[in-house]
């Protein structure tokens, strides 16, 4: 049986960055973990959670997330969700992210549909290893870039390609474009209830820069949920560097919290 994502998950690292683009960013399971107490005690139920092998690579492996899923347990007294990802960050193809899926035990997975099911004819291998993951019990996050992606995946869900049970992410914007606002909610919304996936499947928010604080607002005011931290954005809403993970959900929290969320 899987439960449902917690409102507020933090995305402290990511797949690309570093040290050079902020020393708080957390890059070994150590910092994770660290990361992932601070932040829960901040106001974070959950944690999207990314692999660094030795040179600071993106690294995707059922093992190490073994042992970065009991660090953070360990260190939040298993109190925080944890969510690994099946990102492919250029480094993996679909079958490597297929592998993954049909052995990964964890409690939670994030999947990029336009990664894992890049032509029609691997919905036979997708299907099967996403059945895999929902039979263990792997409670699963599909990441959907564009509105019109969501019609695809109503379409996976009719045809059983895709098993029931999940949530979505919507990715509000890109590294390198300034399309993070809370406006460009309403063709999400819009489609959204257009699929019919609307009322069995929560909904969460991700943003790019200094916006993420304004658009993760919106998120939350409009039923969805928020997905804060440096993978996307390393600013507060005025622009200025924040000081770490902990602080930005704190800042979301709070948000949550006057609107009665909390």
């Not at 409009?222 to 804060?228: I, S, T």
Request: aromatic fraction near 4%.
């Amino acid at each position: 049986m899987t439960h449902p994502l917690a409102r507020i998950m933090v995305a402290p690292t990511g797949a690309r960055r570093g040290k050079a683009d902020h020393p708080a960013l957390p890059v070994t399971i150590a910092e994770s973990a660290a990361t992932a107490a601070a932040c829960h005690a901040a106001g974070a139920g959950a944690i999207h959670l990314h692999l660094r092998d030795s040179a600071g690579g993106h690294l995707l492996e059922a093992e190490g997330y073994g042992a970065a899923i009991r660090a953070v347990r360990a260190a939040t007294g298993g109190a925080m969700q944890v969510q690994v990802t099946t990102e492919a960050a250029g480094r993996y193809d679909a079958a490597a992210q297929r592998a993954l899926l049909e052995v990964l035990e964890a409690e939670a997975a994030s999947v990029a549909l336009r990664e894992l099911l890049p032509a029609p004819r691997e919905e036979a291998a997708t299907g099967a290893a996403l059945a895999a993951a929902a039979r263990r019990g792997v409670a699963l996050q599909y990441i959907l870039y564009t509105p019109d992606e969501i019609a695809w995946l109503a379409d996976l869900v009719a045809r059983g390609v895709v098993p029931d049970g999940f949530e979505v992410l919507f990715v509000m914007g890109r590294y390198d474009a300034g399309d993070s606002a809370p406006e460009r909610l309403v063709d999400w919304l819009a489609a959204w209830r257009a699929s019919g996936l609307e009322e069995a499947v929560p909904w969460m928010v991700c943003a790019f820069g200094a916006p993420e604080t304004r658009v993760l607002a919106a998120a939350l005011a409009l039923g969805g949920k928020a997905r804060v931290g440096f993978e996307n954005n390393l600013h507060r809403a005025d622009g200025s560097l924040a000081a770490d993970n902990a602080e930005r959900v704190a800042t979301i929290a709070e948000i949550a919290a006057r609107m009665g969320l909390a």
